[in-house]
């Protein structure tokens, strides 16, 4: 790969190859790592969820609001594959920097390893802001190609 003093990117901060199935929508906004992660045993159901930055503190529900089962105040699988999502399409330097975690990530390869170092409790929070944000990235993404502008997109273009 050409290297230059333009090129923004470290190697590790690429994207690796993301599960969208498991892990639908993960991002990193308002200080949090959020996302949808399916269930792992019904189809229909999704889980919400989200790590805070610096405190580490953490939720999970569906998107109905019921909290999820495998909470134990401690972040539960859907937590742990939400953030490995966000690992492959960020880079783990990158998670690790934007969750505040006051150590060199760079051999960090699971979830474990990132939430170890944050001291987070459970802190119940509702659904349906990650969730309507999901919603409308699906609209996005489902939208058909035209060759005209889309007024909706312009800001991810100033
Ligand atoms: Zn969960």
Not at 85 to 95: H, I, L, S
Request: hydrophobic content about 35%; glycine content about 8%; overall charge neutral.
């Amino acid at each position: 790969m050409l290297q230059s003093s333009f090129w923004p990117y470290q190697p590790e901060d690429l994207p690796q190859k993301r599960n969208v199935k498991k892990v639908p929508f993960v991002e990193l906004f308002n200080d949090r790592v959020q996302g949808v992660v399916s269930s792992g045993s019904d189809i229909n159901r999704v889980y919400v969820a989200f790590i805070e930055a610096g405190t580490g503190d953490f939720y999970c529900s569906t998107n109905n609001n019921r909290p999820c089962g495998g909470l134990g105040g401690r972040p539960c699988s859907h937590i742990q594959e939400m953030l490995e999502e966000a690992m492959a399409q960020y880079g783990t330097a990158r998670v690790g920097r934007f969750l505040k975690i006051p150590i060199d990530v760079s051999q960090v390869t699971a979830a474990w390893g990132l939430i170890q170092h944050l001291n987070g409790s459970q802190k119940k929070e509702p659904a349906n802001e990650v969730f309507s944000r999901f919603l409308t990235y699906l609209r996005y993404v489902e939208l058909p190609t035209s060759k005209h502008p889309i007024p909706e997109m312009t800001w991810f273009v100033s």
